[in-house]
């Protein structure tokens, strides 16, 4: 996943009181698009330390957390050993850079603020399609569009219309979006608002 070396050197800092309140409010946000899920598997993907997905573990039998980051799913897995928890499990992989089939699918694949990271996010898109159960869910949480922030590092942002033809050109239906949240210096200094977009994978 595209930073991979930066995510592993900041992963014993990473859990920030501002990340866990932008955290917080993600997984609140994706709670109120979950069907049905108490019974269902997920993947948190491009997880970090998990700050997402271990507030969404009630919600659902089994959360599989996977990131590119080694050092963030030591981070993971000692959260896991430590709250001695037991419907979780990780994966260190890298979809952008390991062509390796992984036989992994789920019924909910969920991202926060990971898309920016991808340089060919369409690809990846395609990826994740064939990773959901016919008819699952992949959602996404990232930043709008903010034409103030220019980086080689990382997308400004998207503008929803374009992700969501993106998506749709890729197979996903019943895409449903809006924004959650707005702050302060959140997006590399700069005043941001984050979307939540729901999709779903054609029933075969």
Do not use: W
């Not at 981070?75 to 062509?99: P, V």
């Not at 016919?134 to 922030?149: A, Q, R, S, T, Y």
């Amino acid at each position: 996943m595209g930073n991979t070396d930066k995510f592993d050197m900041i992963a014993n800092s990473y859990d920030t009181p501002e990340r866990v309140h932008i955290a917080q409010e993600s997984a609140a946000a994706i709670r109120e698009y979950l069907v049905d899920s108490r019974s269902k598997s997920a993947i948190d993907f491009g997880c970090g330390t998990g700050l997402v997905g271990l507030d969404l573990l009630n919600d659902f039998n089994s959360i599989l957390f996977m990131d590119s980051s080694q050092n963030m799913i030591n981070q993971m897995k000692q959260k896991i050993s430590d709250s001695n928890i037991h419907n979780a499990d990780t994966l260190c992989f890298d979809l952008e850079k390991e062509d390796i089939q992984l036989d992994i699918n789920a019924d909910y694949i969920f991202m926060a603020q990971v898309l920016l990271h991808i340089r060919d996010y369409k690809t990846l898109l395609s990826q994740l399609y064939k990773m959901l159960k016919p008819g699952g869910h992949l959602i996404i949480i990232d930043f709008n569009k903010n034409e103030e922030i220019d980086s080689d590092l990382v997308h400004n942002g998207f503008y929803l219309e374009k992700l969501r033809d993106t998506m749709l050109d890729t197979g996903y239906t019943h895409i449903q979006s809006k924004t959650f949240f707005s702050g302060k210096n959140i997006f590399m200094g700069r005043d941001a608002s984050l979307f939540i977009l729901d999709s779903q994978k054609q029933n075969s």
